[in-house]
């Protein structure tokens, strides 16, 4: 109570003591002062009821009140209506990006122009032209083709599980009408799931359609090669260079940090497929049906060196083989695929000396696998052996950019498994090239071959030969 108030009481306790207490003595008042006493005690009452009502609180926005005065009467501001509570929804805290946040979209296109400049372009029937397994474009009458154009979509679905997935569309259809080709297709490449169980990722199983682990070369990406195509000997094996299964590969962190060293340096690398490597496969051949229930079994070992030991700074020596067993049938030119099976089993070595600033590269591998026959007039299982051996050298600045020139020798001699017959190859080629990176994106390859070959078709026989004058430019996205 405040001391406004305490007076006003003690004044209307006072009054009423004089009203009904006064002394017997004292003369009876008149009715007009009993009225003027009635109602100064109204005035004073209604004032002490104001004094007590209660005034609202007001909230921190509203204006601050004016004091109240013995005089004036108090302002009494309005309670403001109560506003109800809001409803505050929070997001639990996020543990990294979401799997889809981490997928990126990446890839390459390669335009080619093949000439044969002499040799044997054509020739009369049952006699070889100049044709490459490599390239089909190579031909008397072909000018600019799409040799590929990949788009890749990789990416980590959590800290253990990654996936990869990349089609081709410069993939060709054929026995069309007049048995004329089709270009421009989408064809399947890879498609697979990479599991971790390891954290530091050292081994990793792979489930879906994926390159086998048979020749360093079958690995390099075409967008890393300094050649246009792969040699016979080794890609013969492994045709498009993948197949539907499981792989288990182990990659020890010594030899990571090695590999990511060459990366940093801008070397062309394998890809990581690990040192060591155990596969099971259809057998069959990239988006070919299985025809048999025997698996292809493929076992890989590669190991980089660092010679900074022995006074050659920067330098890598990697050495490897491979062996390969699985059973194969053949598409036959009557139509289908042979009743039979035949023995596919090879073994291979290979060496790579990464150019620091000059480099090596080879391989080599032999086996027995299915080859038409002349005499029998049929598919039997022959032996087969061939290789390469690559000479590279690497200037990393220029006036005209980056650039690798090299030098490349090639030989086989055995059957062409994915051929309609599993037609015999006889290859012989000295190829010479060079590789220019004008700007990061571009990569523009120049080579001249001097090539010896037989045919792949069991119809023509001998080998042809010419000069082959090539280019390509390559743009990475």
Not at 91 to 106: D, I, N, Q, V
Not at 431 to 446: H, N, V, Y
């Amino acid at each position: 109570m405040t001391p406004r108030l305490y007076a006003a009481s003690a004044v209307c306790l006072a009054l009423l003591f004089s009203l009904g207490a006064a002394p017997a003595r004292a003369a009876e008042p008149t009715v007009a002062e009993l009225q003027r006493q009635i109602d100064e005690l109204k005035a004073m009452v209604a004032e002490l009821k104001a004094l007590a009502r209660p005034v609202a609180t007001a909230p921190p926005h509203a204006v601050a009140a004016a004091p109240l005065t013995p005089t004036a009467a108090p302002i009494v501001l309005a309670r403001a209506p109560a506003q109800p509570a809001a409803i505050v929804l929070t997001l639990p805290p996020r543990r990294g990006k979401a799997w889809y946040e981490k997928l990126t979209l990446r890839g390459y296109s390669q335009l080619r122009v093949n000439e044969i400049v002499s040799g044997g372009a054509t020739a009369p029937a049952g006699v070889s032209r100049l044709r490459s397994i490599g390239d089909a474009n190579i031909t008397n009458a072909n000018n600019f083709s799409f040799r590929r154009i990949r788009l890749i979509l990789q990416g980590d679905l959590n800290d253990h599980v990654s996936l990869y997935l990349q089609p081709d569309f410069a993939s060709v259809i054929s026995s069309q009408a007049a048995n004329e080709r089709r270009e421009g297709f989408g064809q399947l490449r890879d498609a697979y799931v990479d599991w971790f169980p390891l954290a530091d990722h050292s081994l990793r199983l792979r489930f879906g359609q994926s390159k086998v682990p048979f020749g360093w070369e079958n690995l390099q990406s075409s967008s890393a090669r300094l050649a246009l195509d792969r040699t016979d000997g080794i890609n013969t094996a492994v045709p498009t260079e993948r197949d539907l299964g499981v792989v288990l590969y182990y990659t020890p962190p010594q030899v990571q940090q090695i590999w990511n060293r060459l990366a940093i340096d801008g070397q062309k690398l394998f890809g990581n497929y690990g040192a060591f490597g155990l596969a099971l496969y259809n057998g069959q051949g990239t988006n070919r049906t299985e025809t048999n229930n025997d698996l292809m079994f493929v076992a890989m070992a590669t190991w980089p060196f660092a010679l900074d030991g022995l006074g050659l700074d920067g330098q890598v020596l990697e050495v490897g083989g491979a062996v390969m067993r699985n059973r194969v049938q053949p598409e036959l030119r009557t139509g289908g695929v042979s009743p039979l099976s035949y023995a596919d089993n090879r073994v291979g070595l290979h060496a790579m000396l990464y150019p620091q600033p000059i480099g090596f590269q080879a391989e080599w591998n032999w086996g027995t696998g299915p080859q038409w026959d002349d005499v029998t007039r049929s598919i039997q299982e022959r032996p087969l052996e061939g290789g390469y051996i690559q000479v590279m050298a690497r200037v990393k600045r220029s006036p005209l950019g980056p650039f690798m020139p090299f030098a490349r020798w090639q030989q086989y001699r055995g059957g062409f498994k994915a051929g309609l017959n599993a037609p015999r190859l006889e290859t012989d080629e000295l190829e010479l090239g060079i590789e220019f990176q004008p700007t990061s994106p571009l990569e523009l390859t120049l080579t001249y071959g001097r090539a010896k070959r037989r045919e792949a078709d069991e119809r023509r026989s001998g080998q042809a030969e010419g000069d082959i004058l090539r280019a390509q430019l390559q743009w990475n996205y």
